[in-house]
């Protein structure tokens, strides 16, 4: 586990930053980088006190803390989670074997599969999800969970992602890497996986954001469709 990075974009995670890092830490050996995206509480101190390597991103958006933490990574692996402590650490095993195997390009941690805590998804998001999930398997490949937030990859789709370009600049950004990967053929499987309840309140609009997620899968749709024409 030498060779993987676990990435956490974080914004205001104070209360969950340094439970996550400790856990990732007891479990693997990896390298745990935190994407600070100005923070205005302790985050920033709390992940490196535990033991990450702290970024700074100053353009706010979770886009933008990927793609600062991508340019960083030089690990064969990655592994990308969010850092409210709501994605078990201990289910990453189960994304990277896949990787390591070579049965795989990039591997998404389904909650849709897996277990659920109750209250942890609220209806109208778990619906959202769904209809959003439903639209990028028709439109790219099946998938059960696009907006999931537990993704691993191979060093080169990482590297095929920062050639291409990332355009989102917040939550839009899983639905663009899955629909990007998606069209240069890297083989993508989905793992279920254990999801929890966050201890503060989330930052999704559901709304809006799944509105903005939709809008930005279409529109990288109708790109490819007038590039291949």
Known sequence: M???????????????????VKNIRRYSKSKVIVVDNNSKDK?????????????????????????RGFENVKSDFIVMLDADNT???EDAQKLLKPLMDGKADVVL?????????????????????????????????KVSDVCTGYWAFQRKVIDSLLQEGIDSDGFDLEVEMFSKI????????E????YKNRLDSPKLNGLNDGIKIFKRMLSYWIKTRRVRR
């Open 2 to 20: 030498r060779h993987v990075t676990f990435l956490l974009p974080a914004y205001n995670e104070e209360q969950s930053i340094g439970v996550l």
């Open 182 to 189: 998606s069209n240069n053929n890297f083989r993508v499987l």
């Open 109 to 141: 941690g389904s909650r849709l599969l897996g277990k659920r805590e109750k209250g942890s998804i609220s209806r109208f998001n778990l619906v959202g999800n769904r209809l959003l999930s439903f639209f990028a398997s028709i439109l790219f490949s």
């Open 191 to 194: 793992i279920p996986i254990n």
């Open 87 to 89: 994605y078990d650490p």
């Open 43 to 67: 985050t920033a101190y709390v992940a490196k006190k535990s033991g990450a390597n702290v970024l700074k991103e100053r353009k706010q958006g979770k886009a933008h803390a990927i793609k």
